[in-house]
T-cell receptor, first 114, second 107 residues
Framework: GAGVSQTPSNKVTEKGKYVELRCDPI?????LYWYRQSLGQGPEFLIY????????DSGLPNDRFFAVRPEGSVSTLKIQRTERGDSAVYLC????????????FGPGTRLTVL | RKEVEQDPGPFNVPEGATVAFNCTYS??????FFWYRQDCRKEPKLLMS???SGNEDGRFTAQLNRASQYISLLIRDSKLSDSATYLC????????FGTGTKLQVIP
């Protein structure tokens, strides 16, 4: 079956602009995660959805970052007033149930803020 | 102390060698443990879960030591295709990844 998909695969934007990154999880997976990964680092947790609600958003670095999952499937990560330090690969993962389950990752969106 | 710590490497080993990685974690209440593999510019993929009793999958063996709060991954008879970054994952109330250990298997 289809895996996790993310769009766009690459996004180049200018400092101060607004961006939206989309994640389409595996059908039937109730949990969805967003991570940010910089070169040479492991994925850094941002936010976790269980269904439509954010079960844990403690990883969002500041209020410029926001994510939604209105129908419990597709999720959008929104970044306002982008900064150069936001440049990274943004990874989305889904699991069947929750934290104890296997994470299936999408290919990521590479964000570059000029 | 970081929640999850790994030696970043790189570990450069010849084909056929045995190599082991450790990963330490700080929260004694941690519940689930995993090893993921990440190839260059690709997404992480599950290699294996780590159970209290230890588990083996072919050339790969994973163990958990709760008393000392670490998990380990042993790779026997290394292949060139094993070259990748190995990420340790620990979950309690959230999922935490280590920084990864880079393995390079040399012909």
């Amino acid at each position: 079956g289809a895996g996790v998909s993310q769009t766009p695969s690459n996004k180049v934007t200018e400092k101060g602009k607004y961006v939206e990154l989309r994640c389409d999880p595996i059908s039937g997976h109730t949990a969805l995660y967003w991570y940010r990964q910089s070169l040479g680092q492991g994925p850094e947790f941002l936010i976790y959805f269980q269904g439509t609600g954010a079960a844990d958003d403690s990883g969002l670095p500041n209020d410029r970052f926001f994510a939604v999952r209105p129908e419990g499937s597709v999720s959008t990560l929104k970044i306002q007033r982008t900064e150069r330090g936001d440049s990274a690969v943004y990874l989305c993962a889904s699991t069947l149930g929750g934290n104890a389950d296997t994470q299936y990752f999408g290919p990521g969106t590479r964000l570059t803020v000029l | 102390r970081k929640e999850v710590e790994q030696d970043p490497g790189p570990f450069n080993v010849p084909e056929g060698a045995t190599v082991a990685f450790n990963c330490t974690y700080s929260n004694s209440a941690s519940q689930s443990f995993f090893w993921y593999r990440q190839d260059c510019r690709k997404e992480p993929k599950l290699l294996m879960s780590v159970y209290s009793s230890g588990n083996e999958d072919g050339r790969f063996t994973a163990q958990l030591n709760r008393a000392s709060q670490y998990i380990s991954l042993l790779i026997r008879d290394s292949k060139l295709s094993d070259s990748a970054t190995y990420l340790c994952v620990v979950t309690y109330q959230k999922v935490t990844f280590g920084t990864g250990t880079k393995l390079q298997v040399i012909p």
